[in-house]
């Protein structure tokens, strides 16, 4: 029965609108000829009926045809569209079977599932080059600290210690943002509202003013990268505003984590620009002033993978707000 059916999408299409149309047909003038009467004349004539039931029976064809045609279309689209929405979530998600379906949907299968391998083994590539990029970077460093150690001068030996330390954190961030460390990393239901006040317990030790106002409910999220996430707005705030006022806000669907600070802000037309990675404000080469520029970008980053957002915006009384916002997923 299976080799009886055409193998391509336009075939089954086309037959079936063939079939459905003759059968509708042959059933209207079947039904036509047997409401037909006969005058006294031995005349034959036609109900008045019988037009709108030709009618009807011709719309019902077209409409189940349309129907089993938007089936045999949706279907192998759906099934696409779900595995495209996977595969952006997880790039090690299961391929498509390219056995079912017509020979346009196989194909297209086929495809998709080369598509993946080739990004898939890309990624491995580029995590290849990092791992090197690393290793041939740390070596020199390490050198370099080792043998700083001989220089007399204290203040010259402080100094080289501060450049090397700069540019080890440079190249952390770097390669950690060009790795994406937290794509890997398995979602569980966090208690966001302690992971916040834990963080700014953590702040007040370090004698920073960060204070935490409001509540909202656990989330499938992933620890380690939304700490990160958190960990970045917070640094910026004290950073540029010398303070971190953090609330919690439940939204319906989704929760916003809005940090403000009350430094002087961001011009308005720079408030996406600042997103970009390694793009700072701050003329300033120094790290301890304009850090590295990757702070916002992986920020950013995290909460996009965690099917959210980051906004910026200048307050009215004075101060940047940042807004995080993450779906409710339990």
Not at 11 to 40: E, K, Q
Not at 86 to 115: C, H, K, W, Y
Not at 253 to 259: A, F, P, Q, T, V
Request: proline fraction near 4%; include cysteine; charge should be neutral.
């Amino acid at each position: 029965m299976k080799n009886l059916i055409p193998d391509t999408l336009f075939l089954r299409l086309f037959l079936l609108m063939f079939i459905m149309l003759t059968a509708s047909h042959y059933i209207g003038v079947a039904v036509l000829d047997h409401s037909r009467t006969i005058d006294p004349n031995n005349h034959l004539q036609p109900r008045q009926s019988s037009g709108y039931f030709w009618f009807a029976v011709r719309l019902m064809a077209t409409a189940l045809t349309a129907w089993i045609a938007a089936r045999w279309l949706s279907l192998p689209i759906k099934r696409m569209a779900q595995a495209a929405s996977e595969l952006g979530e997880n790039l090690d998600s299961p391929p498509l079977d390219a056995t079912r379906g017509p020979s346009e949907v196989r194909q297209a299968s086929i495809v998709f599932n080369q598509m993946q391998a080739r990004l898939q083994q890309q990624i491995a590539e580029r995590n290849r080059f990092l791992a090197a990029v690393s290793h041939d970077l740390r070596t020199p460093l390490t050198r370099l600290k080792l043998r700083a150690e001989k220089v007399g001068i204290q203040d010259l030996k402080s100094d080289i210690h501060g450049d090397i330390d700069e540019m080890t954190a440079m190249i952390d961030a770097t390669l950690g943002y060009l790795r994406g460390d937290g794509q890997l990393e398995v979602a569980c239901l966090l208690d966001i509202s302690a992971l916040v006040h834990s963080m700014a317990e953590d702040a007040e030790d370090r004698k920073d003013t960060v204070t935490v106002t409001g509540i909202v409910q656990p989330i499938l999220a992933q620890p380690l990268a939304l700490r990160r996430c958190l960990n970045n707005l917070i640094e910026n705030a004290i950073r540029y505003g010398n303070c971190a006022y953090i609330t919690l806000n439940d939204a319906g669907d989704k929760l916003i984590i809005s940090i403000h600070d009350t430094g002087q802000g961001i011009p308005d037309d720079q408030l996406e620009a600042v997103f970009a990675p390694f793009y700072r404000i701050e003329a300033s080469r120094s790290r301890h002033t304009g850090g590295v520029g990757l702070g916002l970008s992986i920020a950013r980053d995290i909460a996009q993978k965690h099917g959210g957002g980051l906004t910026l915006r200048n307050a009215p009384e004075g101060g940047l707000v940042a807004a995080l916002e993450l779906p409710k997923r339990h």
